[in-house]
């Protein structure tokens, strides 16, 4: 190994961090002692940084997302140009969209949230207005011949049946925010991402580009697990078996056909 | 506030001097940047399409389709260039690697999902018809499932587009290049290539949705109109989770 290094040439490995680390000297493939000895330093904060993130984020665009879907489920002519904006928003690439923010607010976390939170938007909004348009019209009918007003019609029937749908919204949303979080590190040196950039400063040192990838990949993983757990807790009505596996929905949202709502509604 | 206020003019005004005095430059990498997402298209396509329709065709294994679309979707793109820059070090097979796996989850997914989709009777009546089954995939499935499979061609390429600038750390060039080397370009032009990448990603998804358009078949539009159908958008995964448990996102 060390052959190799010689022959490769010293700039190519300049520092890998471990001292009497045989295994990080050589830029092995991955060095479990390296990473487990440097998880107080770097892993382990950048992994919090990280979840702070992608909590203040999606919880905000959450926030914003919801208030809109019910504006737009109250009047659907705003649907279209919410839709627009957030589609428009969620076609900028990432590491673009955090440069063009730097002249607004720095290099700051403030950058990094305010970018994750455009672009949980579009997929947050979406969700929930599908899922709120999804309720059966019969239902609502059936709600209000018992006499309840539009106001309890939303509480107690349309956002109750909509929970799934905006489960799957929160899924897609929290999956994507950390995947994007790490692109994050480009403007402050946080999160899952800094390791890497540190990995390339240090000379692409191969443990620490693995273990941050890894911990993202994980972190996405085990965030879909807790909210679909979540959603077990908070609406137990709406978790079905194999629910997740099932790709029903796709087909009949193409297909669906436009129902007489408001006809009814001003009735 | 005034001054934050000119010294932002000052910083956009300055971004577009760079763009003045190195078009040159910016369409050069424009140019590899596309050719370089295009390419990744391509390939996510070719390894893609053949088994999605042939799984649909049959209408089995859709939990495996939904299970590779969902771990696609927990893949960060960054995550995905820092894993191969570990494998298969710096440069091109790396970045093309990476930006294909973006790229196959939503193509897998809807392409399964459309051929899947495809009404039962359509099928029977071509079957009764005595249309081989190469018959049935190519004339009657393909075409009906066109759109939405569209849908997902165009995710992938917002995702991979997306990517793309990212590539630039593992040596894959474009304009990423310009983004991730503020000490050669100053931030006139990290700025100047944030802005034209991210023109650049919205005049692709516009160009998308016209061919789109023009690929639906005249059959499927005319009943769209009769029925008040959309077109299928970008997949965002709307009852995704419900349906996908998220097939697609992020445009990183």
């Known amino acids: 190994m060390n052959l190799i290094v010689a022959a ?3 700039p190519v490995i300049p520092n890998f961090g471990g001292s009497a680390d045989k295994c990080a000297q050589n830029n092995g493939l ?26 203040i984020a999606v919880s905000i665009g959450f926030v914003i997302a919801f208030a809109a879907a019910l504006l737009a489920y109250r009047m659907p002519r705003w649907e279209a140009p919410i839709v627009i904006v957030s589609s428009l928003l969620y076609t900028i690439p990432s590491l673009a969209l955090f440069q ?19 672009y949980c938007l ?8 599908t899922g709120l348009r999804e309720v059966p019209e019969e239902v609502r009918d059936a709600a209000r011949g018992m006499g309840l007003t539009p106001r309890q019609i939303l509480l107690r029937i349309d956002l109750p049946l909509a929970v799934p749908a905006i489960f799957a919204g929160l899924r897609v949303a929290t999956v994507t925010t950390i995947s994007l979080a790490t692109v994050g590190a480009f403007v402050t040196n946080q999160g899952l991402g800094a390791p890497i950039f540190d990995a390339i400063g240090r000379g692409n040192f191969k443990t620490e580009f693995l273990a941050a990838a890894a911990l993202a990949i ?16 908070v609406a137990p009505w709406a978790s079905r078996r194999r629910s997740s596996l099932v790709p029903r929905g796709v087909v009949r949202a193409i297909r669906r056909r436009p129902r007489p709502i408001s006809a009814v509604r001003e009735a | 506030m005034l001054a934050l206020g000119s010294s932002l003019g000052t910083q956009f005004l300055d971004s577009f001097k760079f ?14 940047t596309l050719a370089l997402s295009g390419a990744a298209l391509g390939v996510a396509l070719a390894v893609t399409l053949p088994p999605a329709v042939w799984l649909g065709h049959v209408h089995r294994g859709s939990g495996f389709a939904i299970r590779i679309a969902n771990l696609g979707r927990a893949l960060p793109e960054l995550g995905l260039i820092a894993i191969f820059l570990a494998l298969l070090g710096l440069g091109f097979l790396n970045v093309m ?18 051929v899947d989709g495809v009404d039962p009777e359509a099928v029977d009546a071509a079957r009764g018809m005595g249309m081989t089954e190469r018959g049935i995939v190519f004339k009657v499935e393909l075409p009906l499932a066109l759109p939405l499979m569209f849908a997902g061609i165009r995710t992938a390429s917002l995702f991979i587009i997306g990517a793309s600038p990212l590539a630039a750390i593992a040596g894959g060039g474009g304009l990423g290049e310009i983004i991730v080397n503020q000490a050669s370009y100053g931030f006139d032009g990290v700025l100047a290539a944030a802005l034209w ?47 996908i448990a998220g097939i697609e996102a992020p445009a990183a």
Request: aromatic letters at 6%; glycine letters at 8%.
């Open chain 1, 8 to 10: 490769g040439g010293g």
């Open chain 2, 97 to 114: 690697v990476a930006l294909v796996i973006v790229g196959i989850p939503p193509i897998l997914a809807n392409t399964f999902t459309a």
């Open chain 2, 19 to 32: 763009m003045a005095n190195n078009t040159g430059h910016l369409l050069h990498d424009t140019l590899s």
């Open chain 1, 122 to 129: 579009l997929l947050l909004f979406s969700n929930i207005v």
């Open chain 1, 218 to 233: 994980l972190l996405a993983w085990v965030a879909d697990l807790l909210l679909v757990a979540l959603q077990g807790v």
């Open chain 2, 197 to 243: 990448i991210a023109a650049l990603a919205l005049l692709v998804q516009g160009l998308l949705a016209l061919l789109q358009k023009a690929l639906t078949p005249k059959g499927l539009k005319v009943r769209a109109r009769a029925t008040g159908e959309r077109a299928p958008r970008i997949d965002v995964g709307v009852a995704d989770a419900e349906r």
């Open chain 1, 30 to 55: 991955f060095c479990w002692h390296w990473f487990t000895s440097h998880w107080g330093s770097i892993f382990g904060p950048a992994l919090v940084q990280h979840i702070v993130l992608v909590l």
């Open chain 1, 100 to 118: 063009i923010l730097v002249p607004f607010t720095g290099l700051t976390r403030l950058t990094v949230e305010i970018a994750l939170v455009m």
